[in-house]
């Protein structure tokens, strides 16, 4: 067999001391923290568009690089060697899952069960892998983007016959997913949005998505797809303007339409910061809201403003996402799945290696600091501490709804001027660095 990253053996975990780079300084997989092993509460996935069919082409210029599984033979061997390195890499990387759209494991054929076919034949192959080594699919979704039938969008284009295409695109896919046990599904807008309303109308366009979604539910229940469903939030790029813009639009969204209990979120970090929402804003809202089910974890670059799906490198950042993911109660089916890409000089494979070796261990990182938060429970304690008037009193008479506008006027006037009490945000933040 054909080995195609044979200047990696293994990566493994040698502790923050070890030089190799290598090797992990801070992921240590059977490693337990707070009841769980590291493994179980990162639950990383490799991306399978940006890893393996990625390679380095921008808007400026075409691919800087080149891979051997990308060489020579048909588009269908060449596809077939692409799932032989790409679970190569898993294995060799230490990650027990990978996500992927129809369009990045098997090639378009000339007609829809053409396509089919190269896909069924792909699945096979990714089935046997995933059996031999043990990874699995976090989710699968559908590239209702790249072609240019959905250059006006998918579920949302102003004509029916490709909403049926997509359809029938995302119908396969489903089953795909469901044949390699995926333990999710995506949906990402991908061109679901608009760049200029006088062409648009918006309102049937949404309501169109929306029964899009819901015929994708019925065949869920049909095909017996027990994962949930995710959307994935993102405010513009490629349209002006995503329908799905961030977690908020999205949870109006789902209520409106009656989908809130069929789909949780897929919250990326890019997305987030191109919404001007930090990562762990989206985190902590979809929390409260009961609507986390996996995470892209990349990251943006505030000077270049694009989406650049970038490889996670900040310990500030993966702290905070860890002790808002596990305070809120951690992933179940959903995980960290690396939505980055190297940058277009990275051209050797290895660069792929250290990439995610770097992002690996920047979050577990950050589960180590955001777990030992949650030990001490100083900051918790603290925001306990600032709501405490709430626990009793006025507080509880209205939280409870026993109290009216007239007797607050009448408590207010009593009581007189509220006394104020510091935020203590410096505090917090030099608090914060102890840990980190
Ligand atoms: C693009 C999205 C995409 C989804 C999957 O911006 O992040 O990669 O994660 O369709
Ligand atoms: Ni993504
Ligand atoms: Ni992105």
Same mark, same amino acid.
């Given at each position: 067999m054909n080995e195609f990253f044979p200047e990696v053996k293994q990566v493994r975990y040698e502790g923050p001391k070890s030089k190799n780079p290598l090797s992990f300084k801070y992921y240590n997989a059977p490693e337990k923290i707070l009841g769980k092993t590291m493994e179980q509460h990162l639950r990383f996935a490799v991306c399978y568009w940006h890893t393996f069919k990625g390679l380095g082409s921008d808007q400026f210029g075409s691919s800087t690089i080149s891979r051997s599984y990308d060489q020579g033979g048909s588009a269908m061997e060449i596809a077939e060697n692409t799932m032989y390195a790409a679970f190569e890499f898993f294995t060799k990387i230490g990650v027990k899952f990978w996500c992927f759209h129809d369009r990045d494991i098997a090639p378009e054929g000339e007609s829809l069960s053409e396509s089919n076919k190269n896909l069924d034949r792909i699945v096979a192959i990714a089935k046997k892998l995933q059996n031999n080594t043990g990874v699995k699919t976090l989710w699968g979704t559908a590239n209702l983007f790249s072609n240019k039938r959905f250059m006006a969008g998918a579920a949302t284009n102003p004509s029916p016959n490709v909403f049926a295409y997509a359809a029938a695109q995302v119908k396969k896919a489903m089953e795909v997913t469901k044949e390699l046990s995926g333990a999710g599904y995506v949906f990402w807008g991908g061109r679901e949005g608009y760049d200029m309303l006088l062409n648009t109308d918006m309102k049937r366009e949404l309501d169109h998505l929306a &029964?899009?979604? %819901?015929?994708?539910?019925?065949?869920?229940?049909?095909?017996?797809? &027990?994962?949930?469903?995710?959307?994935?939030?993102?405010? &513009?790029?490629?349209? &002006?303007?995503?329908?799905?813009?961030?977690?908020?639009?999205?949870?109006?969204?789902?209520?409106?339409? #009656?989908?809130?209990?069929?789909?949780?979120?897929?919250?990326?970090?890019? %997305?987030?910061?191109?919404?001007?929402?930090?990562?762990?804003?989206?985190?902590?809202?979809?929390?409260? *809201?009961?609507?986390?089910?996996?995470?892209?974890?990349?990251?943006?670059?505030?000077?270049?403003?694009? #989406?650049?799906?970038?490889?996670? *490198?900040?310990?500030?950042?993966?702290?905070?996402? $860890?002790?808002?993911?596990?305070?809120?109660?951690?992933?179940?089916?959903?995980?960290?799945?690396? #939505?980055?890409?190297? +940058? +277009?000089?990275?051209?050797?494979?290895?660069?792929?290696?250290?990439?995610?070796?770097?992002? $690996? #261990?920047?979050?577990? +990182?950050?589960l180590r600091v955001a777990a030992n938060m949650i030990k001490d429970g100083k900051f918790k304690k603290f925001v306990q501490q600032r709501y405490a008037g709430w626990d009793k009193g006025i507080g509880q008479k209205i939280e409870k709804g026993r109290i009216d506008f007239v007797q607050l006027e009448k408590y207010a006037l009593e009581n007189g001027e509220p006394k104020l009490q510091s935020g203590r945000q410096e505090l917090l933040e030099n608090i914060l660095n102890e840990y980190i």
């Open positions: &029964k899009f979604f %819901h015929l994708a539910i019925d065949y869920k229940k049909k095909i017996g797809f &027990k994962g949930p469903f995710y959307i994935e939030p993102k405010p &513009k790029e490629p349209t &002006k303007h995503q329908y799905d813009f961030d977690a908020g639009n999205c949870y109006a969204f789902l209520q409106k339409y #009656d989908l809130a209990e069929y789909f949780k979120l897929n919250v990326e970090a890019n %997305h987030a910061t191109l919404a001007s929402h930090s990562f762990h804003h989206e985190l902590q809202y979809s929390v409260d *809201n009961n609507i986390l089910g996996s995470v892209d974890a990349n990251r943006g670059d505030l000077l270049l403003g694009w #989406d650049t799906d970038q490889f996670p *490198n900040d310990i500030y950042e993966t702290t905070l996402a $860890m002790y808002i993911i596990i305070n809120g109660g951690g992933f179940t089916t959903g995980g960290l799945n690396f #939505d980055a890409h190297v +940058r +277009r000089q990275s051209i050797d494979p290895i660069d792929l290696f250290y990439a995610h070796i770097g992002a $690996m #261990d920047v979050f577990a +990182r950050g």
